[in-house]
């Protein structure tokens, strides 16, 4: 192609760059070359506007630059192509004069934005007014000018193969449902005043599509452009449309088993396709003339699925001609994959979020009381990550505390977060302590993860991080055992809180590193004290060292006064330090410790001897009586702690600690020891010759089980009283 030797007055201006780069790249006629040749020797403003009638099979010139200044005023303007006319670009006048008022906020900003930071905006569908009151289509980027001096605009005039080429490529950026329906519509205003996007409600919440019943689909209005006030009863996004509106679109678009666009020409015409004077008010956009196209969107398939229809409106006196209404089916057409995308995604994001809502913890008890927060990055982020979270009750009394992080996002993550998560649940509840548990883990991982095909799908389990604690309302000790996950903070009462001493240990799966023990840490908690567990999402910011972000957060665990309610505490706090904008889920566990008093129970050590068992059965005997506990309840408890007694004294050596508990729930036994061995329930009958001991204890308890500690083992009953 041709280009001008001639150079440009002032190579530095943008406005010359922009106008001679692309200019080289655009056929010109012999008219064109003439005007360009007038446009080298004098003031583009001064030259008369380019033949109307160009020579035939030229290709149109689309482009056109205007300057402005500081105060977004026009100083010079180049829209001498055709497509222009009815532009009216007068220097001095601000630029926003050639816009619709509804984008004039939105555009100021961004001309403002490319003033303040020197960084160009590139490529954006804006519409200009023209003076008979038509709109033109262009392609929109601005640009700084050198040294400062203000602005340059360049404007492309969008002919319907660009447009359909920017517009398909501009609706597939996104995968949130409501952004991806509003690029459709701003898409479809080249064609018309109003476009609309109406979904099948199904694709609005992301459930799965299927070929619909003639007159079955229900209509959600998902996109409306222009963003202007509208008539009351018009329906807007958010809106369902009314049954029967829906019922005759569904059948307009659904003629003869196949999806097909109609045109309604005129209002008339519409108001008797409606026929009720409440439809109107809730599909027409307004009371003038005008007429409508709806084009369906439709999925490929055996039989094709009908995801919702696009509707353009025009005003009265622009009818659709064949060509543009082949035009809006090919958009819609090409973007229709692009609207089922999003709906996977929103069907995705969905799942993974009841999931991890179902894993957040319900509510604290009697010895201790939780909140938890979970904010999960912006949905068109990449979805909902493996961030997980939880606080149970365990069966003898204790309460676990667990949250890890699972690497990635996705339904991917969020499956593994589940599976760690229940696992860990169930293996706590087995008795076993922190660090065993996270040796299991750290099996499964490694087990489970297929590392190329989790990073392929946006996750891995290999590195994802775990810490567990476990509240003693009796001692009022947390232990503690943690995988790679940040340090816990702890505010004992009165104090100031800070992280909790904890040797850092890689995460699980971590097979590159040396394998290491678990190690556990012990410390007390006494009641009014609060213990914060939190993912990296809440302290991580770009602009602070990893300590100080945690120093930060244990600063405002810190200020919650012990009459504070624990749930508007957590979301104050989390209000308060999450980043932003929010890279990565935040979450966060505040647990309060509370306790048993001291009246609720009672430690005994007692030999391992023959008599070990009337020992207990005595001391127990009294302590039900000074707690006014029932005569049937004291014999099921008397019988029990005898039984585990003389079990522990056959079986274990050693000293043996008794302990019992009163709670709201009943009494709980407790008979340690120093053996290894696993209590177990035969089938053996009560005449057997042995391992009647068991029997009475499962049929006199509601639960009974055993948990593992340093020395030995501890074999718990729970009494109903």
Not at 432 to 442: G, I, R
Request: glycine share 10%; with cysteine.
């Amino acid at each position: 192609m041709d280009s001008d030797p001639t150079p440009s007055p002032s190579p530095a201006s943008p406005f010359n760059m922009v106008s001679s780069a692309l200019g080289r790249y655009i056929p010109r006629g012999p008219a064109a070359e003439a005007a360009g040749s007038a446009d080298q020797q004098g003031d583009a403003a001064a030259r008369p506007r380019e033949q109307a009638d160009p020579t035939p099979g030229r290709q149109e010139q689309i482009l056109g630059a205007v300057n402005l200044d500081r105060d977004l005023r026009i100083t010079r303007c180049n829209l001498d192509p055709p497509v222009f006319a009815g532009v009216e670009a007068v220097t001095g006048s601000p630029f926003v004069e050639l816009l619709p008022p509804w984008d004039v906020p939105t555009v100021t900003r961004r001309l403002r934005q490319v003033l303040e930071t020197g960084e160009p905006h590139v490529a954006r569908v804006q519409r200009l007014r023209r003076s008979d009151g038509s709109e033109l289509v262009v392609s929109m980027s601005i640009l700084a000018a050198a040294h400062g001096e203000g602005l340059t605009v360049s404007l492309i005039a969008m002919a319907k193969r660009l447009h359909l080429y920017a517009a398909e490529t501009a609706i597939g950026t996104s995968l949130d449902i409501g952004e991806t329906a509003q690029s459709l519509a701003d898409s479809l205003l080249a064609w018309g005043d109003v476009a609309a996007i109406d979904l099948d409600f199904a694709v609005w919440t992301g459930e799965a599509v299927t070929g619909q019943q003639q007159g079955r689909i229900r209509l959600r209005r998902a996109a409306l452009v222009p963003d202007r006030a509208w008539p009351d009863g018009y329906v807007t996004p958010g809106d369902d449309l009314p049954s029967d509106a829906s019922r005759l679109l569904a059948q307009a678009i659904q003629r003869h088993d196949a999806a097909q666009p109609i045109v309604i020409p005129d209002r008339a015409a519409i108001e008797r396709a409606l026929g009720s004077a409440r439809l109107v008010r809730a599909l027409v956009p307004g009371d003038q003339a005008a007429g409508v196209a709806c084009i369906p969107l439709v999925l490929d398939g055996a039989p094709p699925v009908v995801l919702g229809v696009a509707e353009v409106w025009r005003r009265e006196g622009r009818p659709f001609d064949d060509s543009e209404l082949l035009d809006l089916q090919e958009l819609v057409g090409r973007t229709a994959h692009h609207v089922d995308l999003a709906r996977q995604h929103q069907r995705e994001h969905t799942q993974v979020l009841a999931l991890q809502r179902r894993l957040l913890p319900r509510s604290g008890g009697d010895t201790i009381e939780t909140a938890s927060i979970y904010q999960p990055a912006a949905p068109d982020s990449a979805g909902v990550g493996g961030d997980w979270v939880n606080s149970f009750p365990l069966p003898d009394g204790r309460t676990a505390l667990v949250i890890g992080d699972v690497v990635g996002h996705g339904l991917g993550a969020a499956a593994t977060m589940g599976q760690l998560s229940m696992e860990a649940r169930a293996l706590v509840s087995a008795g076993l302590a922190p660090d065993e548990v996270l040796e299991h883990l750290d099996e499964t991982v490694s087990l489970l993860d297929d590392a190329d095909s989790g990073l392929a799908a946006g996750y891995s389990a290999l590195g994802s991080t775990c810490c567990i604690a476990v509240y003693d309302p009796v001692s009022h000790q947390v232990t503690l055992s943690s995988a790679g996950h940040l340090p816990p903070l702890l505010v004992p009462p009165g104090r100031p809180g800070g992280p909790v001493a904890v040797r850092p240990h890689p995460g699980l799966g971590a097979e590159f590193a040396l394998r290491e023990p678990f190690d556990v840490h012990a410390f007390d908690a006494p009641p009014g004290s609060l213990l914060a567990l939190y993912t990296d999402g809440l302290v991580e910011d770009p602009a602070l060292a990893i300590d100080e972000g945690i120093g930060r957060l244990a600063d405002a665990v810190s200020t919650i006064h012990p009459w504070d309610a624990l749930p508007h505490a957590a979301r104050r706090v989390v209000s308060t330090l999450a980043p932003v904008p929010q890279r990565d889920d935040v979450t966060l566990l505040l647990a309060r410790m509370i306790g048993y008093r001291k009246e609720d129970t009672a430690t005994w050590r007692l030999p391992a001897r023959s008599d070990a068992a009337a020992r207990a059965r005595t001391l127990v005997s009294a302590l039900l009586r000074q707690w006014d506990a029932r005569d049937a309840t004291r014999d099921s408890v008397l019988l029990v702690v005898s039984e585990l007694v003389a079990n522990a004294v056959r079986f274990a050596e050693g000293p043996l600690t008794v302990r019992l508990i009163r709670s709201g729930q009943g009494l709980l036994c407790e008979v340690g020891d120093t053996g290894n061995g696993r209590p177990r329930l035969g089938r053996k009958g009560l005449l057997a010759d042995g391992g009647r001991g068991l029997h009475v204890v499962h049929g006199l308890t509601t639960r009974w089980g055993v948990r593992w500690t340093d020395t030995g083992k501890v074999v718990w009953a729970s009494v109903a009283t």
